[in-house]
């Protein structure tokens, strides 16, 4: 009788482990972890690509800085607050101001480029000029001229006169008044004639930052 009541014990023992082992298998798939929301918004947030143009002062004091992007660029003041941004969209660049709001989309190349308004008008246009280049308004009146000037550029308003000169000196740009004084400068390498861009006057900062980044930069498919 005991070794029956052994017996039974035992093959319950043996069952029990064999249940434990057999059973079903704690699951191996991967845990996916949900992504935070600022994480995926960061993800998503154009990556700069590339070395920031940065102009100062004669003071030396940092006024505005151009910062590369995947999509384009980024234009902000020198506390880095954002003044404009820069999208492609084919070969147009989008400008819009930080909340977005269209300000105007610059068509057209290599040598003639238009600058439209929200609405797809045309405001102004550069256009190639010989070895310079030439902007005029939306009923072809001359505003500026840009010529090559002893490895710089010299900047013309309508009556002809000078009214910025572009010298590049030891690796260092600068824009001077009709004095000599200097305006802006950078130690990042930009054409001349692009750089000739920022003495369009008539024109909102954002605007003259466009045609600068459209002429340095070819455009993104």
């Given at each position: 009788?005991?070794?029956?009541?052994?017996?039974?014990?035992?093959?319950?023992?043996?069952?029990?482990?064999?249940?434990?082992?057999?059973?079903?298998p704690a699951s191996s798939a991967p845990q996916t972890q949900?992504?935070?929301?600022?994480?995926?918004?960061?993800?998503?947030?154009?990556?700069?690509?590339?070395?920031?143009?940065?102009?100062?002062?004669?003071?030396?004091?940092?006024?505005?800085?151009?910062?590369?992007?995947?999509?384009?660029?980024?234009?902000?003041?020198?506390?880095?607050?954002?003044?404009?941004?820069?999208?492609?969209?084919?070969?147009?660049?989008?400008?819009?101001?930080?909340?977005?709001?269209?300000?105007?989309?610059?068509?057209?190349?290599?040598?003639?480029?238009?600058?439209?308004?929200?609405?797809?008008?045309?405001?102004?246009t550069l256009t190639r000029e010989g070895a310079g280049w030439?902007?005029?308004?939306?009923?072809?009146?001359?505003?500026?001229?840009?010529?090559?000037?002893?490895?710089?550029?010299?900047?013309?308003?309508?009556?002809?006169?000078?009214?910025?000169?572009?010298?590049?000196?030891?690796?260092?740009?600068?824009?001077?008044?009709?004095?000599g004084k200097t305006l802006l400068a950078t130690k990042q390498?930009?054409?001349?004639?692009?750089?000739?861009?920022?003495?369009?006057?008539?024109?909102?900062?954002?605007?003259?930052?466009?045609?600068?980044?459209?002429?340095?930069?070819?455009?993104?498919?």
């Amino acid at each position: 009788m005991k070794l029956r009541v052994l017996f039974l014990v035992g093959l319950g023992v043996l069952g029990a482990s064999a249940c434990t082992e057999g059973g079903a298998p704690a699951s191996s798939a991967p845990q996916t972890q949900a992504i935070p929301a600022n994480a995926a918004a960061a993800a998503a947030e154009p990556k700069e690509a590339g070395t920031k143009l940065k102009f100062k002062d004669g003071d030396d004091r940092e006024r505005f800085s151009l910062k590369p992007k995947d999509d384009g660029a980024k234009l902000v003041d020198g506390e880095d607050k954002e003044l404009a941004r820069y999208k492609w969209k084919g070969g147009e660049l989008k400008v819009s101001g930080p909340d977005d709001t269209v300000l105007a989309y610059v068509t057209g190349g290599p040598d003639a480029f238009q600058v439209k308004d929200a609405t797809k008008s045309v405001r102004y246009t550069l256009t190639r000029e010989g070895a310079g280049w030439k902007l005029t308004d939306a009923q072809g009146a001359v505003l500026y001229t840009v010529a090559p000037d002893g490895g710089g550029a010299s900047v013309k308003g309508a009556s002809g006169a000078e009214a910025l000169h572009v010298k590049v000196r030891e690796g260092k740009l600068s824009l001077r008044d009709p004095s000599g004084k200097t305006l802006l400068a950078t130690k990042q390498p930009v054409p001349p004639e692009a750089a000739a861009c920022l003495g369009f006057d008539s024109l909102d900062l954002p605007l003259r930052m466009a045609l600068l980044f459209r002429l340095q930069t070819p455009a993104s498919p």
